[in-house]
């Protein structure tokens, strides 16, 4: 099967998993939510928010998976590939918004402490783990190395650690009668979210601004296009990301000038071809010269 086709049945899959995932936790969104009202929880009505964001993300990551599958256009002619890169900062920046307001809401239930129905809160805490770890380990499972899977399956994630600590929380209750506990594991919650979404923002833009991919040294790169023989020298090597996982060069590569036009097109179907087995780059652009070019002024 080629890399092509293998890439496709990887998207579908992805696509799949998304599909269950966003179906499962749009569900129990709404289970968290009444519960929260019902047992009085900031716990819970943090991870229904929480789920909410979860649902949104789902969503987006959905969409932008389809978007990436669109052929190149006129008006986009390298396609949409990066579309899932703006779901995957969408995602973060609406997690951080999340988590200003868990701060905000917590702080005031430390200053007026609630009572909170711990039997409620641990039992509807226990589902939700469940269903956020379910849903983490088919995310993980079909993430791959793209950044909008990885963002779908970090909202999970955050989401079992969240419920994990909202079940803390009415273990708490339950015991200690400590109904503080309740806007604490809020604000736990909050943090979490905070530490991985800063992160996900970060790569997602390294990416919207054309960075160096991750794990691509550029200098390895342009020593192992040098040792080819019929390379003289390489300059203006430049490294990017289409999308989170479609890494793409260009660069000018000047050969011996006594090669002919066939020669040296053989020598580029070459390096290309070492650019793929070696460092799985796809899309290159090979500019082939005789000799250095001009400074430009």
């Given at each position: 099967?080629?890399?092509h086709?293998?890439?496709n049945h990887e998207r579908q899959h992805q696509a799949s998993a998304l599909r269950i995932a966003l179906v499962v936790n749009g569900?129990?969104?709404?289970v968290e939510l009444f519960a929260g009202i019902a047992f009085d929880?900031?716990?819970l009505l943090a991870d229904a928010g929480h789920m909410l964001s979860d649902v949104g993300a789902l969503a987006i990551a959905l969409v932008g998976h389809r978007l990436v599958s669109r052929p190149p256009s006129p008006?986009?002619?390298y396609g949409l590939q990066r579309a899932e890169v703006l779901g995957a900062q969408l995602n973060s920046v609406v997690l951080l918004a999340l988590a200003?307001?868990?701060f905000i809401e917590a702080f005031e239930r430390l200053r007026d402490p609630q009572v909170v129905a711990g039997v409620g809160l641990a039992v509807v805490a226990a589902l939700g783990l469940a269903v956020n770890l379910g849903s983490a380990v088919l995310l993980h499972r079909n993430r791959g190395t793209s950044l909008?899977?990885?963002g779908a399956f970090l909202h999970m994630a955050l989401d079992a650690v969240g419920s994990l600590i909202a079940l803390g929380a009415g273990f708490g209750v339950v015991a200690f009668d400590a109904h503080w506990l309740d806007p604490i594991a809020s604000i736990g919650i909050g943090l979490l979210i905070i530490g991985s979404s800063w992160h996900l923002l970060a790569e997602a833009t390294h990416v919207l601004l054309e960075g160096t991919p991750r794990g691509l040294d550029v200098g390895m790169l342009e020593m192992a296009m040098v040792e080819d023989p019929a390379v003289d020298s390489i300059h203006?090597?430049?490294v990017w990301n289409l999308a989170s996982d479609v890494p793409a060069l260009s660069a000018h590569v000047v050969v011996g000038s006594e090669r002919t036009l066939h020669e040296a097109q053989l020598h580029s179907d070459r390096l290309k071809e070492m650019l793929h087995d070696r460092f799985g780059i796809d899309h290159a652009t090979l500019e082939l010269e005789c000799h250095d070019c001009a400074p430009l002024r």
């Open positions: 099967m080629s890399g086709h293998l890439h569900a129990f969104m709404f929880s900031l716990a008006r986009h002619t200003v307001w868990l909008n899977m990885r203006h090597l430049h």
